[in-house]
């Protein structure tokens, strides 16, 4: 069974930090892509942040480059998402996301989400 489970989530003032936590299992995590996407209230769902398997290739959104680190520890089927600087805008539900692209067929999973709110 697929299980990808975030944590680390809460309420932090605007110029704070959180650090998101994805534990998964029921798949091989190291053949996967992983990417950590959000929500905002009335907004579609965005890409954050993207590593890929080997953990080399990491690319971010715009608007949180510089802030945002992305990374994963392919022994222990996680990946994590420090976020610095937050502001009232890093508000959404963070999804954690796996992702096996092949010629045939893409794979993806998701977590449940955890919820990040920057207010004063």
Same mark, same amino acid.
């Not at 944590?7 to 650090?19: D, K, N, T």
């Given at each position: 069974?697929?299980?990808?489970?975030? &944590?680390?989530?809460?309420?932090?003032?605007?110029?704070? &930090?959180?650090?998101?936590?994805?534990?998964?299992?029921?798949?091989?995590?190291?053949?996967?892509?992983?990417?950590?996407?959000?929500?905002?209230?009335?907004?579609?769902?965005?890409?954050?942040?993207?590593? #890929?398997?080997?953990?080399?290739?990491?690319?971010?959104?715009?608007?949180?480059?510089?802030?945002?680190?992305? &990374?994963?520890? #392919?022994?222990? #089927?996680?990946?994590?998402?420090?976020?610095?600087?937050?502001?009232?805008?890093?508000?959404?539900?963070?999804?954690?996301?796996?992702?096996?692209?092949?010629?045939?067929?893409?794979? #993806?999973?998701?977590?449940?989400?955890?919820?990040?709110?920057? &207010?004063?």
């Amino acid at each position: 069974q697929v299980q990808l489970v975030e &944590s680390g989530g809460g309420l932090v003032q605007p110029g704070g &930090s959180l650090r998101l936590s994805c534990a998964t299992s029921g798949f091989t995590f190291g053949s996967y892509a992983m990417n950590w996407y959000r929500q905002a209230p009335g907004k579609d769902r965005e890409l954050v942040a993207t590593i #890929n398997s080997a953990g080399v290739d990491i690319k971010y959104k715009d608007s949180v480059k510089g802030r945002f680190t992305i &990374s994963r520890d #392919n022994a222990k #089927n996680t990946v994590h998402l420090q976020m610095t600087s937050l502001k009232p805008e890093d508000t959404a539900v963070y999804y954690c996301n796996a992702k096996l692209e092949s010629w045939i067929s893409t794979r #993806n999973y998701w977590g449940q989400g955890t919820q990040v709110t920057v &207010s004063s």
